[in-house]
Each structure stands twice: as structure tokens, then as C-alpha cells.
């Protein structure tokens, strides 16, 4: 009986042990002040404006690109008067991806998948095609490094070393506007392989172990001692062939 009258008192504290015990709710603070205000997602895929958005963080890449005739590249068409050309402007301005042929003298435009870049907005037919085509003139930072939108953060360079894959194709960006790539392949820069007889892999497992190789015969080598940069990056596991890039800085 004792231990009933015991079990009866003690449960209701048991309970609150386990569950735990809430009070009634309290009064709602007040409230704080708004934040700043974050950056808006860009309207556009291809931004453009000459490089003030890359300037930000870039200052220094942007100045040297001000000083190349990427900077220059839709003025000096229209210094010729080849600006209404669509086969000159395709390399000479941001975001182009549509295909330029022709039917005679008569070009043929087939749109690319892209919605804004310069070629979607050409030639102008409103205030807004023309503001535009005004942002996205010249071969800005996008052109090579891909868009900045919809949102800053898809932002995703694919950029490396090299002119061609293993499979002796072109990869390099540069071949779609500067032919001289043929020259590049009849040079000893583009002919390596062939003249030694092997493979990238045993390029890379042969050369690119010996520093007196990989200094002249890889573009992070050969970058490495010019650059900085590229000299406290160390000796990669997988270095290029001198490419394009590695003498003709796009910047």
C-alpha cells in the first residue's frame, strides 16, 4: 500500500523529468535592422561591360587585357569598316555562338544555344539591343573564361595549357579565331610527339620528372620561370605541351 501511495506521488515528477517542462510562451522581440542587401542574380548570361565585373577581383589581369588587342577588337573593325560584318564579328566581340555561313554573298546566321550574347542582339532593333551590343563589344574576359550569369557563381573557367588533345584534336580556344594553329603544328612546339616518337602519358612520365626538360619542353615549366605564380604552384603530376597560350598571354 505504502509503495502504491509512493508510485502515485512520484510519477507526475518522473514524467516532467523525462518530457521536460514549458512554460507559456513568451513576448516576441523586437526587430533587428535589415541586412545589407545582397547581390542581385545577373538578368543577363554574358555581363560583359567591359570587364568591370571582373575588375573587382581581377584588377590587375583587366589592366594588362586593357592594354591587347582583345581590348581593341570591335574598334578596330569598325575602324575598316567591317563592324556590319558577321563573319568578322563573331571573333570580335562577347558571347557570339551562332554559325555564320553563306549562300553566295548572302550571310546565313544559324542562332546558338545562348540567348546573350552579342550575335542575339545584332543588329539592333531596340534601346535595349543596342545597350547590349554597346556591353558585349570587344573579346572581353567572358569570351575565354566563360559567362558570369545567370547568377556569379556558375562562373567555371575550363581553361588549360594546351593547343590540342592527346587524340591530336584541337582544344585550344584560340584556334577558332587565329589559323595560325597550322603554323603551330609544322613548329617543334606542335610536332614533339611525333619527333620523339611517344605518347602524352610517357611525355609526362619521361620529361615532366627531369627539371632541365620540364623548364622548356611544358608550358607550366616554361611559365614557372617567367611567372611568379606559376613557380610557387610547384611542378604539377600532368604538365602541357607549349601551347598557344604559354608564349601569347591573352591578358
Not at 608550358?219 to 597560350?245: K, N, T
Amino acid at each position: 500500500m505504502r509503495f502504491k501511495w509512493l508510485t502515485t506521488i512520484a510519477m507526475p515528477f518522473v514524467f516532467l523529468f523525462f518530457m521536460g517542462c514549458e512554460g507559456p510562451e513568451g513576448q516576441k522581440g523586437e526587430q533587428g535592422e535589415a541586412g545589407p542587401q545582397g547581390p542581385a542574380a545577373p538578368e543577363y548570361t554574358y555581363l560583359g561591360d567591359d570587364a568591370n565585373t571582373c575588375n573587382h577581383c581581377h584588377g590587375e589581369n583587366v589592366s594588362m587585357w586593357m592594354g591587347t588587342g582583345h581590348h581593341e577588337a570591335y574598334d578596330a573593325l569598325a575602324a575598316i569598316g567591317q563592324n556590319e560584318d558577321p563573319y568578322c564579328l563573331q571573333c570580335h566581340t562577347t558571347g557570339w555562338d551562332s554559325e555564320v555561313t553563306y549562300e553566295g554573298d548572302e550571310p546565313i546566321i544559324t542562332p546558338g544555344p545562348d540567348l546573350y550574347g552579342f550575335d542575339d542582339y545584332w543588329p539592333p532593333e531596340t534601346a535595349e539591343d543596342s545597350m547590349r551590343i554597346e556591353a558585349l563589344k570587344n573579346v572581353q574576359c567572358e569570351s575565354c573564361h566563360g559567362s558570369m550569369g545567370p547568377t556569379i557563381y556558375d562562373h567555371s573557367p575550363t581553361l588549360n595549357w594546351t593547343t590540342r588533345l592527346i587524340s591530336g584534336e584541337e582544344s585550344s580556344m584560340c584556334v577558332k579565331c587565329h589559323e595560325q594553329v597550322e603554323e603551330w603544328h609544322e613548329s617543334g612546339h606542335g610536332s614533339v610527339l611525333e619527333t620523339h616518337d611517344m605518347t602524352i602519358e610517357e611525355f609526362n612520365e619521361e620529361w615532366n620528372a627531369f627539371s632541365s626538360c620540364w623548364e622548356c619542353h611544358t608550358a607550366e615549366g616554361f611559365a614557372s620561370l617567367y611567372d611568379s605564380y606559376w613557380a610557387a604552384e610547384g611542378r604539377p603530376e600532368e604538365a602541357h605541351l607549349i601551347g598557344c597560350q604559354t608564349c601569347h598571354d591573352p591578358h
